[in-house]
């Protein structure tokens, strides 16, 4: 491991282009082979699901916890079964649903729906959609539907 006192994340990220250049002539491997992270021999952030258990009895499966945010994979082990999925595009909205029986609420996900079908528990419940009415939001739905 190459010890860079002072070198932080933002600094990598503003140079990923001169830096994976750098990378790949004293690899003697082409730029365009792999990307940056993998060039480097680093990880990338796992995709994170913001999700909100309106429930009682499903938050104390989870410890009590009403509002998470995990990698996919480890929301996709809880141990809850929902009646009612709530997926919003947006945050706020999310934020402003009300405790619901037998409910969660996924909130801010945009295009990165395709993780949806992960989800074991998600399977069996009744799922919502609450986004824009515009072709970007009529595209997502296509996506959470599929």
Not at 24 to 30: E, F
Not at 68 to 95: E, M, R, S, W
Request: charged letters at 20%; one cysteine or more; hydrophobic letters at 45%.
């Amino acid at each position: 491991m190459l010890q860079c006192g002072g070198v932080d994340t933002k600094w990598l990220e503003s140079r990923q282009g001169l830096l994976s250049a750098l990378v790949a002539a004293l690899q003697g491997d082409p730029a365009g082979e792999r990307d940056f992270l993998q060039r480097c021999g680093l990880r990338p952030l796992p995709k994170r699901l913001r999700l909100r258990v309106l429930d009682a009895t499903l938050r104390a499966a989870v410890g009590g916890v009403g509002d998470l945010c995990a990698p996919y994979a480890d929301i996709a082990t809880l141990n809850i079964q929902p009646t009612h999925v709530f997926i919003v595009k947006n945050l706020q909205p999310g934020l402003a649903f009300d405790d619901l029986a037998g409910a969660v609420v996924l909130m801010a996900q945009g295009y990165a729906l395709d993780v949806l079908g992960e989800l074991a528990w998600l399977q069996q419940a009744q799922c919502f959609y609450w986004g824009d009415i515009d072709t970007h939001g009529f595209a997502m739905l296509h996506r959470a539907r599929t």
